[in-house]
């Protein structure tokens, strides 16, 4: 086979790939913001359950976290009546968006922690609630502090979809085992699949950084 051949299934693949970028980075961002600011929190049962989730999901391996997933919450299910298996697709954005979301959580609790406390005091005089104070001056204050981190985080979760493929889903690392497989070709098809695993990486980097510029406009014009 030429090598051009190979580019369709693998265009497919990546399509797959972007699809679990994306979603797994939105269901983080929000997993993120919500444990990041409930480890704050002045509720024990909040600050535990977000406690909890952050040191789970930190403290073990995404590839046993996106198996049991897939293959052991299925055997739950069927121990308690219920119908918990998962798609292949649903399992891989579900285990990779609570991944990043426990490391987006401690980005987003430093940034909160790093506002000056003269901004709180200053909440305090004008009489804002503590729900104010952090929805109208901590939390803008804090988003720029998170931007960097979180492109970093971004880029890890991309190349971390590549583990999906082991659960049958039809990635871009899936697509090109089963070509290698078909044509023992592993030199080209692992060039390829380099490649274009950076040019992906390149541009999501370029996206972090127009919307962290773009974030630090609205900050300064915001102030």
């Keep these: 086979m030429d090598w051009t051949e190979y580019l369709d299934p693998l265009m497919q693949g990546a399509w797959v790939t972007i699809q679990l970028t994306v979603y797994s980075m939105l269901l983080g961002g929000i997993l993120a913001f919500v444990s990041g600011i409930g480890k704050l929190s002045s509720s024990f049962v909040i600050r535990g359950l977000s406690i909890t989730y952050i040191e789970i999901f930190r403290g073990t391996s995404l590839l046993v976290q996106l198996f049991w997933l897939y293959f052991a919450l ?4 069927q ?8 798609p292949p697709i649903a399992a891989g954005v579900l285990a990779l968006g609570l991944n990043i979301g426990a490391y987006g959580a401690e980005v987003v609790r430093g940034a909160i922690q790093s506002v000056e406390s003269g901004q709180h005091e200053a909440a305090t005089a004008l009489n804002f609630s503590p729900r104010q104070t952090l929805f109208h001056i901590t939390i803008p204050q804090a988003i720029p502090e998170m931007m960097p981190p979180f492109g970093n985080l971004a880029v890890q979760n991309l190349k971390d979809t590549a583990l999906v493929s082991l659960v049958s889903l039809g990635d871009l690392s899936f697509r090109a085992e089963q070509i290698r497989n078909f044509t023992q070709d592993s030199t080209t098809v692992y060039t390829i699949l380099l490649v274009m695993y950076f040019g992906m990486a390149l541009v999501l980097t370029a996206i972090m ?3 962290e510029h773009a974030v630090s406009r609205w900050r300064t014009v915001r102030s």
């Design 74 to 77: 299925p055997l739950v299910g």
């Design 79 to 86: 121990a308690i009546g219920m119908d918990l298996r998962l």
């Design 209 to 211: 950084r127009l919307t």
